[in-house]
Nanobody, 119 residues
């Protein structure tokens, strides 16, 4: 099992920037995808950005051009750089690691970090 710890959330004004970090520890064997999700009050959790072990990146349409997912393998850390933030980006952001082995999908989640964007 992999353990994920997010940090970097906070309160920022619209138009501002934040960088979220996700530190991974424990067994990272077989992880196929690392991703950031978010969940706003009253809404379902949604995918924000992800990259696969092959290096492919995917972004939600709402964040394309504003958010960038990256990683530092030496630090076992995944980042989410968020620019031009809007109040609609306000949510709890979660780091996710997905392992797919023998057809079984296993998800690990961090505890989440709150991002609040004021207008």
């Amino acid at each position: 099992q992999v353990q994920l710890v997010e940090s970097g959330g906070g309160l920022v004004q619209a138009g501002g920037s934040l960088r979220l970090s996700c530190a991974a520890s424990g067994s990272r064997f077989g992880i196929n995808t690392m991703a950031w999700y978010r969940q706003a009050p009253g809404k379902q959790r949604e995918l924000v950005a992800a990259f696969t072990i092959g290096g492919t990146t995917n972004y939600a349409d709402s964040v394309k051009g504003r958010f960038t997912i990256s990683r530092d393998n030496a630090k076992n850390t995944v980042y989410l750089e968020m620019n031009s933030l809007t109040p609609e980006d306000t949510a709890v952001y979660y780091c996710n690691a997905r392992r797919i082995f023998a057809g079984v999908v296993s998800d690990s989640w961090g505890q989440g970090t709150q991002v609040t964007v004021s207008s």
